[in-house]
T-cell receptor, first 114, second 110 residues
Framework: GAVVSQHPSWVICKSGTSVKIECRSL??????MFWYRQFPKQSLMLMAT?????????EQGVEKDKFLINHASLTLSTLTVTSAHPEDSSFYIC??????????FGPGTRLTVL | QKEVEQNSGPLSVPEGAIASLNCTYS??????FFWYRQYSGKSPELIMS????GDKEDGRFTAQLNKASQYVSLLIRDSQPSDSATYLC??????????FGPGTRLSVLP
């Protein structure tokens, strides 16, 4: 299957700081990438759909000014959590869709905000 | 009614048995169906995709799709303790995003 990487795999930051998470498609070009959040023992929650060269589409209830998404190229999308707070601590996972069909996930980034 | 429903489990089966995981969906025009496995603390991993009615086999895994009943299942033969994970069903309609079910937690007992 297609390979999606994320960096960093985990990050600890102080409350009020911003954190950037990168998502890369390594062996294919992804016009569409997705960002999910998952709290412990809960299901995946889609945060936003990231389209190369255009603004991201955010799901209802997700603050676009807090979770900044940039999809600058066909292989890279970034999620920046601005002014992070402890309630933002979660597992953030990106995915990319291949040829409009299958969707492959990155390994995830565990964010802990102190 | 939720778009994609799964029994949350846990589903416990003894090692070597067949594990049967079920998923129902509400959008009748859904066209693509996927099963993902997620180990605790890890991201989901695609294990099967199915697009037409009937069975699709891949090793110990068999996906079954019945569009008339809006039902998709995953059978795991000869279950191993390493199969213990949460299994996510995903459904997609052309031009739309994936819709994931809440997942079924499977526990294979040695």
């Amino acid at each position: 299957g297609a390979v999606v990487s994320q960096h960093p795999s985990w990050v600890i930051c102080k409350s009020g700081t911003s954190v950037k998470i990168e998502c890369r498609s390594l062996d294919f070009q992804a016009t569409t990438m997705f960002w999910y959040r998952q709290f412990p023992k809960q299901s995946l929650m889609l945060m936003a759909t990231s389209n190369e060269g255009s603004k991201a589409t955010y799901e209802q209830g997700v603050e676009k000014d807090k979770f900044l998404i940039n999809h600058a190229s066909l292989t890279l999308s970034t999620l920046t959590v601005t002014s992070a707070h402890p309630e933002d601590s979660s597992f953030y996972i990106c995915s990319a869709r291949v040829d409009g069909t299958e969707q492959f996930f990155g390994p995830g980034t565990r964010l802990t905000v102190l | 009614q939720k778009e994609v429903e799964q029994n949350s489990g846990p589903l416990s089966v003894p090692e070597g048995a067949i594990a049967s995981l079920n998923c129902t969906y509400s959008d009748r025009v859904s066209q693509s169906f996927f099963w993902y496995r997620q180990y605790s603390g890890k991201s989901p991993e695609l294990i099967m995709s199915i697009y037409s009615n009937g069975d699709k086999e891949d090793g110990r895994f068999t996906a079954q799709l019945n569009k008339a009943s809006q039902y998709v299942s995953l059978l795991i033969r000869d279950s191993q303790p390493s199969d213990s994970a949460t299994y996510l069903c995903a459904v997609r309609r052309d031009g739309q995003n994936f819709v994931f079910g809440p997942g079924t937690r499977l526990s294979v007992l040695p």
